[in-house]
């Protein structure tokens, strides 16, 4: 039997289904809302405060806009868990982020109401503004609404958009901007110091840190950051509504219903609380619980307690180096946390840079501070360095600048699903020229390759790791040419070169095989880019190279073996085995691993198929 909470929510099976209520109906409704978000979130992990805090928000926003035909447009898209429940997708939410279930972004193929996929941020003005023009190129009455946060707002996308969207005074794009302070972190630069000046003016916001300011100086303070607000984005040309309370569900609609009546692009600035409603995520103020790991609700404490991380061993080596290096500095794209850079730059805060969610500025301010004669680390997300392709290329690499890029959660992530795997980067970094990449296998090997990293002044560096939990140590019987060997069989049928935590696998797959009588020797290339020479020095003692990579294969580190191979004049033929070239839905990373046969019974597997028998018998020692 369905409760009464079950039985509001499965009533609301389209937007329209939410005009008849009043607003006490409503009422009730977010707080449903609020209390399954929680329950799901704390199951199954995934983006908890700012969905919490956007409840009255997207109610508003499909009371007022008639989506389909309306585009609402979420930048990230993080925030669309209540946009899901309130088009049809509330009775599947105890499927959020698992195999087959609802993703934790839009999904086209979920519903007509989604638009975009895409979960990086800065982009919703910029598909704002086609959708826009493309409605009037075809003739069609529709308005466009952008979703961006304060945050967002920190990338240059979101102002080259701005740019263009004002450029046409008549064509509806109504960007709302859900200001709640935060990205990952408290909102870094300039304008968001403009509009910390506002957010206390208004009543649903949260209260400032330190003593509470008097009444007249919150009025002051807000009446001047809107005065600021107003000329800024009338200096696009664009027409200002706000501040509005994002809990007031009345004031939300009455403005956004004035911006609709307009006609043209309007701002409508609406300051909310990440977490609302949930005191463990308002309190939470290292991230208001931004993206948990499944928790128990009455806490908000994680169900277990997990091993060493990637990150964590990252960090601490990384504030270790610092300690000795003054020449050292770090910048990050608005996730000081997730990568461990805050704490490893604690004690040297005027070193660090948060430059907020704007990637591209990250490395060529990096160029430019290592042209300065500083050596600057630049930590992102495997995935979001990709959007600084360019700029790694062009300002950093053909100046041959000493930029050292971390590249966390690598190769395949998981439950964020397709946009968050960070599977292109050996492929698509390792084409630019004097780029040396490393894939540590353990936290000994990362604690070395970024020592090495932060050595090398000659030209680029990046050191990737996936996410999770720290493997077991892997100790090398020995070292050669930068080369560490991690397991010799006799004879010579296979060489396995295992890049990164891969090599974990590839020992056990080397236990298969030695037992059914192969001869398989495994290297981990410690810098697979480029190819060391050790391996191509190597190979012609092979009937098979295996290349065992955590990212594509199409222009992969096999690849790369195969082509150095080649052009030594050696025949000994290449087998890659990595990440296939597609998009790869949610799942576990374990899980998604098995299904591409990279685990150590896959790679036996496969190494049987290409060889068929062993050279002899008997297994070698």
């Known amino acids: 039997m369905l409760d009464n909470r079950q039985d509001r929510l499965l009533g609301i099976q389209e937007p329209a289904d939410l005009r008849d209520l009043d607003y006490r109906s409503l009422e009730v409704l977010a707080q449903d809302i609020r209390e399954l978000i929680i329950s799901s979130v704390a199951r199954t992990g995934g983006h908890l405060g700012a ?49 087959g279930g609802i993703s934790g972004y839009p999904a086209r193929a979920e519903s007509v109401h989604d638009l975009v996929e895409n979960s990086h941020a800065s982009t919703a003005l ?129 403005t956004l219903a004035r911006a609709r009546e307009l006609g043209g692009p309007v701002v409508v600035h609406v300051v909310t609380r990440k977490g609302s409603g949930y005191p463990p995520a308002e309190e ?94 630049v930590a992102v997300y495997s995935t979001f360095l990709n959007r600084a392709f360019d700029q790694v290329l062009l300002d950093v ?30 492929a698509v970094f390792g084409i630019v020229p004097g780029m040396r990449i490393a894939a540590p296998r353990d936290a000994a090997t990362l604690r070395d390759e970024l020592r090495e990293a932060l050595q ?25 040419g930068g080369t560490d060997l991690l397991y010799r069989s006799l004879p010579d049928d296979v060489l396995v070169v295992a890049v990164g935590p891969f090599a974990h696998i590839a020992v056990e797959a080397a236990g298969l095989l030695t037992e059914r009588g192969y001869g398989v020797t495994v290297v981990d290339p410690r810098w697979p880019v480029p190819v060391p020479d050790e391996v191509v020095r190597m190979a012609p003692d092979f009937r098979m190279v295996l290349v065992v990579e955590d990212g594509v294969r199409t222009g992969g580190v096999g690849d790369a073996v195969a082509r150095a191979l080649r052009d030594a004049g050696v025949p000994t033929p290449v087998q890659s085995m990595g990440v296939s070239n597609e998009w790869h839905p949610q799942a576990p990373r374990a899980e998604i691993l098995r299904r591409l046969g990279l685990t150590g ?21």
């Open 51 to 99: 969905n919490l805090g956007v409840v009255e928000l997207t109610l508003a926003l499909h009371r007022v806009f008639h989506s389909p035909v309306d585009r609402i447009v979420f930048d990230t898209g993080h925030q669309a868990y209540v946009h899901k429940m309130l088009t049809g997708r509330a009775d599947r939410f105890d499927t959020l982020r698992q195999p």
């Open 126 to 254: 910029s598909y704002a503004d086609g959708l826009a023009k493309a409605a009037e190129l075809r003739g069609e009455r529709r308005c466009v609404v952008a979703v961006v946060g304060d945050g967002a707002l920190t990338g240059g996308m979101c102002w080259e958009a701005l740019n263009n969207i004002a450029a046409a005074r008549r064509r509806p794009v109504v960007i709302v901007v859900n200001d709640n302070g935060r990205s990952y972190a408290p909102t870094p630069g300039r304008l968001a110091a403009i509009f910390r000046h506002v957010r206390p003016s208004v009543r649903s916001a949260p209260p400032p840190d330190g003593p509470a300011p008097s009444a007249i100086d919150l009025l002051k303070e807000g009446f001047e950051g809107t005065q600021v607000l107003q000329e800024v984005f009338a200096g696009f040309g664009l027409t200002y509504l706000g501040p509005v309370p994002g809990h007031d569900l009345p004031a939300l609609e009455q």
């Open 284 to 377: 939470d103020a290292e991230d208001c619980l931004h993206s948990p790991p499944p928790f128990d609700p009455p806490t908000g404490q994680p169900l277990r307690r997990t091993g060493a991380k990637w990150t964590a061993a990252f960090s601490a080596e990384l504030r270790e180096l610092a300690t000795g290096r003054p020449d050292l500095v770090v910048i990050t794209a608005a996730m000081p946390g997730p990568t461990g850079t805050a704490a490893a730059m604690a004690d040297r805060p005027d070193h660090f840079f948060d430059v907020g969610l704007a990637e591209q500025h990250a490395v060529t301010s990096a160029a430019g501070l290592a042209m300065g004669g500083m050596h600057p680390v």
């Open 397 to 426: 690499g053909l100046h041959r600048l000493p930029v050292t890029f971390v590249a966390d959660r690598a190769g395949i992530t998981g439950p964020d699903g397709p946009s968050h795997h960070g599977i292109w980067d050996m």
């Open 456 to 480: 090398i002044s000659t030209g680029p560096t990046l050191v990737r790791f996936p996410t999770g939990e720290l493997p077991a140590s892997l100790p090398a019987l020995r070292g050669t």
């Open 601 to 621: 019974d896959g790679l036996a597997r496969r190494v049987t198929e290409c060889l068929g028998s062993p050279r002899r018998s008997d297994p070698g020692t």
